[in-house]
């Protein structure tokens, strides 16, 4: 069994994988246990980014029911996106201050390491999540500088062109993320010219 480690005082505190999921996925539990906070925070990053994330990414289930029943993928997604959406937002609520800057520093990571892949290395399955986060967290993003500013830049250089994305779960994925910012006014509006 995987077990994330973390040590306090002399004794070493074991979380196994589906408890830490479990946990994680229990709509911000983690967040609101004030109690567990001193043994939880130090983890929160091995938690977020190793063990939520990459759960998070779409895998070789996802591809093979997108190969069968797009719409089918499409309808699961929503369960997917009101988890992460759920954990995410009681984490930038509860522990934003540090979380949040952190998060996104990881996400526009995945964004750019995409964007300066060749075609055969770039890494779709993680470009996928990031899109979802992208998207889950838009009422965050819309009302935080400096990420206000950065939205119509964000939306040009790593959503639209998934618009024509060799891997239809990326196309879908990116017109979703870019259906949650639709109601926002943008300085140039030929970038959004298709």
Known sequence: ??????????DDLYIPLLATVITATDRGLVSRRIACTPYCSPTLD?????????????NNDDQVLWDEDPHEYVRKGY?????LYSF????????GKG??????????????????APLEQKPYRQKDVALLAFGTLCDKLRQ??????????MLVQHVFPEFSS???????????????YANINFSDQTSFDV
């Open 1 to 10: 069994m995987i077990s994330i480690s973390h040590s306090i005082g002399e």
């Open 46 to 58: 091995v938690l977020l980014f190793e063990i939520i994330f990459p759960l998070m990414c779409f």
């Open 79 to 83: 369960d997917i996106i009101e988890d």
């Open 88 to 95: 995410v937002t009681e984490l930038v609520r509860k522990r």
């Open 99 to 116: 979380n949040f800057p952190k998060f996104i520093q990881f996400i526009v990571g995945i964004f750019n390491r995409y964007g300066e």
């Open 144 to 153: 935080t500088e400096p990420y206000k500013s950065e939205l119509e830049n």
């Open 166 to 180: 060799p891997a239809g779960h990326l196309r879908a994925k990116a017109a979703w993320a870019a259906g949650q």
